[in-house]
């Protein structure tokens, strides 16, 4: 049986969002992005957007209690019973001992963490051509994925073409910001998955399908 309970983890840029996508209309499973959750919330203008907007804009992490909070209302909710991509969480130490103690209550547990793992260079060049459908979510690139019609529209669903747009956080300048945030904050969670022998790991530096087919395979 597939894995229904996994973590990927990877750099900003590393294609955890698109892999996520593919898997979860393949295994059907809900993606818990907690950057789409928090972006959403900075579109809607609520107090919990306003307080990540400052963070998020700059590169920063938001703080763990904020983040941690979140994931424990959404993997309480029915479609979370069956399993969850988590893609984006979690991103500290904190929050992944956090994870570990809601998933003891909830009488669950993780099946796989797998690392996309992707060189520097190849992750800037990711970033700052990336643009994204602002209602479906799906993700292109200008020059690895680009968008079927032209000028850049997606044409994903119904009530497209709606433009693309790119992320604020995705400048060169702020994009900096966050890769040394993840060496800081998130790679050693690398050792800590080790530990618990849940970590594998993919070269994420091949082709969105070669990248999904390995994927795949790990998880059975
Ligand atoms: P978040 O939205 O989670 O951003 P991220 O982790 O930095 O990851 P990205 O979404 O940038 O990249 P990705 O790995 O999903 O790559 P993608 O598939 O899009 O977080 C944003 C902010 O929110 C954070 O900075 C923080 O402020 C806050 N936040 C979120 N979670 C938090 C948490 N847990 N704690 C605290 N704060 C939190 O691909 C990138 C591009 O590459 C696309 O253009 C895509 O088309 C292209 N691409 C993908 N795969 C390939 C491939 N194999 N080959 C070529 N191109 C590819």
Known sequence: MATRRLILLGAPGAGKGTQAQLLMQDLGLPQVS?????R???????????????????????????????????????????GWILDGFPRTPAQAE???????????????VV????????LIERLTGRRTCPLCK??????FNPPPAAPPFCTDHADCPSELVQRPDD?????????????????PLIRYYQQQQKLTSVDGDRSPEVVY???????G
């Open 115 to 122: 690392l996309i793992d992707v060189p520097e260079a190849q």
């Open 213 to 219: 087919s390995e994927l795949r395979e790990l998880l």
């Open 98 to 112: 956090a994870l570990d103690g809601l998933l003891t209550n909830l009488d669950q547990s993780l099946e796989a």
């Open 40 to 82: 959403a919330a900075v579109k809607e203008g609520t107090p919990l957007g306003l307080e990540a907007q400052s963070y998020m804009n700059r590169g920063a992490l938001v703080p763990d209690a904020v983040v941690i909070g979140l994931i424990e209302d959404r993997l309480a909710r029915p479609d979370a019973g069956g």
């Open 171 to 187: 400048t060169l300048e702020v994009v900096s910001k966050r890769l040394n945030v993840y060496r800081e904050s998130t790679e």
């Open 34 to 38: 907690t950057g789409d959750i928090l």
């Open 138 to 143: 799906r993700i292109f690139h200008v020059r």
